[in-house]
């Protein structure tokens, strides 16, 4: 069982917007502005598509938008587009022992 | 610009040490900015840290794990290692290598991964 918890799976169609939430607990999300998220297409490397909360790295388009809420943190994709189709996973910071803790993570359909 | 390739045996006897080495081109892995870290994923499953080491060699490893697992640095190759004993079927999965910012955690780059099969 995964330390954060995120949704097996979310769809939307093209053009749509979508969001993916990931719970934790103070420890983690709640407590510190570093949580991250990744995509991964299959068979390919995760990537980072946010940074502390809500940074993008260069090269991220600006469909991409992450935000928190107390232990929450959510992604949101806008103009949802076939390439989007993916697993998408979140991490935090925690001061639990392990440092980083990892969400089970979620699979994206683009209908 | 930086790159992380994963390199190392794809299968491994049960009971043996599984041992991967990640090489850093583009970049020093000496320049004291990041961590350097060891990630899996077990097939059709999440991603689970393993461990980080950083440019002075001071380590950190997953508590779940720490009994098995041993991370080192070669900053002459500009490569750092991972070797996970006493292996058994649970620990078949891709590996990757990944670059982290310390304090705040983003994997920022990452090798392509590499499968290891725990298998007799």
């Known amino acids: 069982q995964s330390a954060l918890t995120q949704p097996a799976s979310v769809s939307g169609s093209p053009g749509q917007s979508i969001t993916i939430s990931c719970t934790g607990t103070s420890s983690d999300v709640g407590g510190y502005n570093y949580v991250s998220w990744y995509q991964q297409h299959p068979g390919k490397a995760p990537k980072l598509m946010i940074y502390e909360v809500t940074n993008r790295p260069s090269g991220v388009p600006d469909r991409f938008s992450g935000s928190k809420s107390g232990n929450t943190a959510s992604l949101t994709i806008s103009g949802l587009q076939a390439e989007d189709e993916a697993d998408y996973y979140c991490s935090s910071y925690t001061s639990s022992a392990t440092h980083v803790v990892f969400g089970g993570g979620t699979k994206l359909t683009v209908l | 610009q930086v790159q992380l390739q994963e390199s190392g045996p794809g299968l491994v006897r049960p009971s043996q040490t599984l041992s991967l080495t990640c090489t850093v081109s583009?970049?020093?892995?000496?320049?004291?900015?990041?961590?350097w870290n060891w990630i899996r994923q077990p097939p059709g499953k999440g991603l689970e840290w393993i461990a980080y080491i950083y440019y002075s060699g001071a380590t950190y490893y997953n508590p779940s794990l720490k009994s098995r697992v041993t991370i080192s640095l070669d900053t002459s190759k500009n490569q750092f290692s991972l070797k996970l004993s006493s292996v058994t079927a649970a620990d078949t999965a891709v590996y990757y290598c990944?670059?982290?910012?310390?304090?705040?955690?983003?994997?920022?780059?990452w090798g392509q991964g590499t499968m290891v099969t725990v298998s007799s």
């Open positions: 990944a670059r982290a910012y310390p304090t705040t955690w983003p994997f920022d780059i």
């Open positions: 583009g970049g020093s892995i000496s320049s004291g900015d990041y961590f």
